[in-house]
């Protein structure tokens, strides 16, 4: 399995609803990632897992909640969203093998994310 | 912290045509630096990237170079093909974070 795969594809949401997006790959990577994208806008990094544990929160305000329970799954909770949250929320991972100079980033699909 | 500078925002040239973007970088530390392309509401795919000991590198009709004094590096297509349209971002990688150019939008005119 080569991919990244996240779930659901589509999410609308309330501001007052709780919900979680789902990322998931079994390439035996170590760090997973969560970014935000607008449109016409690049990948906006918000967190960083490496070996399941947080290493970079890009000053994300809380209503987003990241969550790795194991090293294959990452997922992002969300509650209270504003109207400014709907956006593209693309999940990647890298191997980061610190032996390593560089370490590829492969990116899933994406939840097109809209909060009303 | 890393800030990557990205040019043109858009870009048209006509099928069978090159394409080039430039990119420049800030943080002489930054070692990676990866092009992706982003068809419209799919993920950025990598397409070709190039690691600070190596000046230039290429892959059938994409090329990439990379002056480390000067700190930029451009994309250069090619034989440009209909299939080539799409947005393409530059980025720098220096510890675990990818910072992204704001992309270049490049259409292939038949």
Same mark, same amino acid.
């Given at each position: 399995d080569t991919e990244v795969t996240q779930t659901p594809k589509h999410l609308v949401m309330g501001m007052t609803n709780k919900k979680s997006l789902k990322c998931e790959q079994h390439?035996?990577?170590r760090a997973m990632y969560w970014y935000k994208q607008k449109a016409k806008k690049p990948p906006e990094l918000m967190f960083v897992y490496s070996y399941e544990k =947080? %290493?970079?929160? &890009?000053?994300? $305000? %809380? @209503?987003f909640s990241p969550e790795c329970p194991n090293s294959s799954l990452l997922n992002l909770h969300l509650h209270a =969203?504003? $109207? &400014? +949250? %709907?956006a593209l929320y693309l999940c990647a991972s890298s191997r +980061? +093998?610190? @032996? =390593?100079a560089y370490n590829e980033q492969f990116f899933g699909p994406g939840t097109r994310l809209t909060v009303l | 912290g890393e800030n990557v500078e990205q040019h043109p925002s858009t870009l048209s040239v006509q099928e069978g045509d090159s394409a080039v973007i430039k990119c420049t970088y800030s943080d %002489?530390?930054?070692n990676y630096f990866p092009w992706y392309k982003q068809e419209l509401g799919k993920r950025p795919q990598l397409i070709i990237d190039i690691r600070s000991n190596v000046g230039e590198k290429k892959d059938q009709r994409i090329a990439v170079t990379l002056n480390k004094t000067a700190k930029h590096f451009s994309l250069h297509i090619t034989e440009t093909q209909p299939e080539d349209s799409a947005v393409y971002f530059c980025a720098g990688q220096g510890a675990q974070k990818l910072v992204f150019g704001q992309g270049t939008r490049l259409t292939i005119n038949p």
């Amino acid at each position: 399995d080569t991919e990244v795969t996240q779930t659901p594809k589509h999410l609308v949401m309330g501001m007052t609803n709780k919900k979680s997006l789902k990322c998931e790959q079994h390439m035996g990577h170590r760090a997973m990632y969560w970014y935000k994208q607008k449109a016409k806008k690049p990948p906006e990094l918000m967190f960083v897992y490496s070996y399941e544990k =947080l %290493s970079i929160n &890009e000053s994300v $305000p %809380s @209503r987003f909640s990241p969550e790795c329970p194991n090293s294959s799954l990452l997922n992002l909770h969300l509650h209270a =969203l504003q $109207p &400014e +949250d %709907s956006a593209l929320y693309l999940c990647a991972s890298s191997r +980061d +093998d610190p @032996r =390593l100079a560089y370490n590829e980033q492969f990116f899933g699909p994406g939840t097109r994310l809209t909060v009303l | 912290g890393e800030n990557v500078e990205q040019h043109p925002s858009t870009l048209s040239v006509q099928e069978g045509d090159s394409a080039v973007i430039k990119c420049t970088y800030s943080d %002489s530390a930054s070692n990676y630096f990866p092009w992706y392309k982003q068809e419209l509401g799919k993920r950025p795919q990598l397409i070709i990237d190039i690691r600070s000991n190596v000046g230039e590198k290429k892959d059938q009709r994409i090329a990439v170079t990379l002056n480390k004094t000067a700190k930029h590096f451009s994309l250069h297509i090619t034989e440009t093909q209909p299939e080539d349209s799409a947005v393409y971002f530059c980025a720098g990688q220096g510890a675990q974070k990818l910072v992204f150019g704001q992309g270049t939008r490049l259409t292939i005119n038949p």
